[in-house]
């Protein structure tokens, strides 16, 4: 048989395929067309929306995903939306957050056990005790959390505008949770006091200063571009620091001829797809979380509509106060 002609269809030449060729190798290819076209009928057959974080693998992200971003892009697009279903490939607190904007919409997740080490950390309760030690002191809570957290919460942020969140409250000093790395990171470009949680984020807690220093030594000239929720440290040594967005429009726009990504494998994958003539240095930290969906429970999830996002009545009014205080500015609770 013909590598290229799996079950009598040339997926090779397939337009779809011009987008990944430089990441996904032919006979991967082959096997992934066939549950992209799918995916891609039942989707429009069933009016309904993929929204793709910046970790899905490049299959995902630039083959089904009908928008693709960072968490606040996602929110964004998830607030505009006009189809019936949304499809959130991402992890839970991304598929929550789009239900709370689309209360009426049918939000699924494609695995319910797609996760997050920042959300698992803190609990609403935490949130309570928190708010008990620190009186009139507003709590800016990262959307990493559950809508638990957000509901205990007087306004949400993304790492792609909490500087500007934190700011816009006039106040002297905030709560900012659960991300410990992120917190600090932003109390270094404020004048607002940042009361932190020990939250930490399992795939950039793993980046160490000593890793940025030997891409440079092993890589001269290379530039480092690295997530908020590293340390500090790492932070220090980067020649950049943004959300997932911040630094795919950073590569867009400053064509670095080699540069690497310290954030989550699939990431660098994506941004090279996009710019195949660019060198990309592609150190290897998996999101576990992220990982577990894949084309094959996307489908799933379109064809038996599961797994469906629910949010509990009793918290539910309030988290949206917190995301949508994000999105279009404070509003007082009534
Ligand atoms: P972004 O908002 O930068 O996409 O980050 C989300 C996330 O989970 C990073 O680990
Ligand atoms: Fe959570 Fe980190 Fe995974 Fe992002 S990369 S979903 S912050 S564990």
Redesign the pocket.
């Known amino acids: 048989m013909n590598r290229l002609a799996v079950q009598g269809k040339d997926y090779i030449h397939d337009p779809l395929y011009s987008r990944v060729k430089g990441v996904i190798p032919e006979i991967e290819w082959s096997v992934f067309a066939p549950k992209i076209n799918e995916i891609n009928r039942i989707k429009r057959d069933m009016n309904a929306v993929i929204l793709g974080h910046n ?1 899905m693998t490049p299959e995902i992200y630039h083959c089904v995903s009908d928008i693709v971003g960072d968490s606040l892009a996602l929110a964004k697009h998830a607030a505009n939306t006009k189809a019936d279903i949304i499809v959130m490939a991402g ?1 839970h607190f991304m598929a929550e957050t789009a239900k709370l904007i689309n209360p009426e919409k049918k939000v699924l997740i494609p695995d319910l056990k797609a996760g ?4 698992e950390s803190i609990t609403g309760k935490d949130v309570q005790l928190i708010k008990e030690k620190y009186p009139d002191t507003p709590v800016v809570t990262y959307v ?1 959390t559950s809508a638990d957290v957000k509901a205990e919460s007087d306004i949400c942020c993304t790492s792609g505008n909490a500087k500007e969140i934190i700011e816009s409250l006039g106040v002297k000093r905030v709560i900012m949770l659960p991300d410990e790395y992120l917190a600090q990171n932003i109390a270094k470009e404020t004048d607002v006091e940042v009361v932190t949680w020990a939250g930490k ?4 807690e793993k980046f160490t200063p000593e890793d940025i220093r030997n891409f440079r030594l092993n890589h001269p000239g290379v530039v480092v571009l690295a997530h908020p ?1 590293c340390s500090p440290e790492v932070i220090d040594e980067a020649d950049f620091s943004g959300s997932t967005a911040g630094m795919s429009n950073f590569v867009g726009e400053n064509m670095p001829q080699k540069v690497v990504l310290v954030t ?1 494998c699939s990431m660098s994958d994506n941004v090279s797809a996009q710019y195949p003539s660019l060198d990309f240095v592609k150190p290897c930290n998996l ?1 576990p ?2 990982k577990r969906i894949t084309l094959d429970n996307i489908l799933n999830s379109l064809i038996n509509l599961e797994h469906e996002v629910t949010i509990d009545s009793k918290i539910e009014a309030r988290a949206r106060l917190s995301v949508d205080r994000m999105l279009n500015g404070w509003k007082p609770l009534n």
């Open positions: 970790y992890v997050c080490s920042l959300a990493n984020c399992e795939v950039h929720e989550e999101c979380h992220m």
